[in-house]
């Protein structure tokens, strides 16, 4: 991002609604990769991860006045925060209803759509995708090895790659030491390749 996100934050946490709008333009790629991930496929065949994106964003901008601490952290804590306890409440809705069991929502993007490739260079920040295939085909093997990964590895990647956290502020956030978070990264990053070059390897010993 070439723009001031820092001033920006400043200003919506001032009350400047424009400033607010441009932040959430910004952060939008990745904030529908970090909905597609952390719903898992679950949620994603019951509810379009671009309807979960809407309504966080219509929380956000109904809810303005919350955002009152002027920096770019700040505003990715909140805006994620929102995401995430989103993504709870849907997957507890359709637990508790067992509503729509078998319905599935297709994705509904056209091929080599402009939020596919989206996606494909916000994913390849952990992973090492190929071009080879159709970019959707590489989004979807992604989100498959993603979710064979250990709760605690979806965390800190989605963290450090999609949020953008560093490594001090997600060993605040996860409640580990700087240290820790540098060998759990390294480790989640080293699964997912493993995953991705042997989408049978399953889940290591003792995890």
């Not at 409440?89 to 402009?114: C, H, I, M, W």
């Not at 996606?119 to 993603?146: G, I, K, N, T």
Request: hydrophobic share 40%; charged share 30%.
């Amino acid at each position: 991002m070439n723009e001031d996100v820092g001033r920006l934050a400043e200003r919506a946490a001032g009350g400047d609604r424009a400033a607010l709008d441009r932040l959430l333009e910004l952060y939008l790629p990745e904030l529908r990769a970090f909905v597609r991930l952390r719903a898992g496929p679950f949620v994603r065949a019951r509810e379009s991860s671009s309807d979960i994106v809407q309504s966080v964003c219509r929380e956000v901008i109904q809810h303005a006045d919350r955002f009152q601490f002027p920096s770019e952290v700040a505003f990715k804590q909140w805006l994620y925060t929102t995401a995430l306890r989103k993504i709870v409440n849907r997957k507890d809705f359709y637990l508790a209803q067992k509503r729509d069991a078998q319905r599935e929502v297709p994705y509904s993007e056209g091929e080599d759509s402009t939020a596919d490739r989206q996606l494909f260079d916000c994913y390849r920040s952990f992973a090492s995708p190929s071009r080879q295939a159709m970019l959707r085909e590489e989004v979807e093997r992604v989100e498959r090895a993603f979710e064979d990964l250990p709760e605690e590895y979806r965390e800190v990647i989605t963290l450090a790659h999609v949020v953008g956290l560093s490594r001090a502020e997600i060993a605040e956030q996860m409640g580990k030491s700087e240290g820790a978070v540098r060998v759990l990264l390294h480790r989640a990053l080293a699964r997912v390749s493993t995953l991705l070059a042997d989408p049978d390897a399953g889940a290591p010993p003792g995890e």
